[in-house]
Nanobody, 127 residues
């Protein structure tokens, strides 16, 4: 079992940048594929980005490609989401998620494929 804690959220102006981090504890971090999801106000939770256990395979939703970068540091048990050129429509609660028991290159955009979730962190982009 793994526990996830997100940090780095906050309020930023459009065009600005934020870096979200997710610290994992309680299990071998490199055993988990990781994902970032978000839930905008009044909307369903949606996929943002994912990264595999190793090989650094990544996937992004089209709306963030070229602006967001997901990365992981297995030595530090963290996964990060660098968000640049932020837009008001990026405003949401952002969640870190983990999935264990998968092969090294597994990544997935479906939230129901992930077993563990952080508590979420607010990102607000003002226009």
């Amino acid at each position: 079992q793994v526990q996830l804690v997100e940090t780095g959220g906050g309020l930023v102006q459009a065009g600005g940048s934020l870096r979200l981090s997710c610290a994992a504890s309680g299990s071998t971090f490199s055993s988990y594929a990781m994902g970032w999801f978000r839930q905008p106000p009044g909307k369903e939770r949606e996929f943002v980005a994912a990264i595999s256990r190793t090989f650094n395979y990544t996937s992004y939703v089209d709306s963030v490609k070229g602006r967001f970068t997901i990365s992981r540091d297995n030595a530090k048990n963290t996964v990060s989401l660098q968000m640049n050129s932020l837009k008001p429509e990026d405003t949401a609660v952002y969640y870190c998620a983990a999935r264990g028991g998968v092969w090294y290159g597994w990544i997935n955009a479906e939230s129901n494929e992930y077993d563990y979730w952080g508590q979420g962190i607010q990102v607000t982009v003002s226009s």
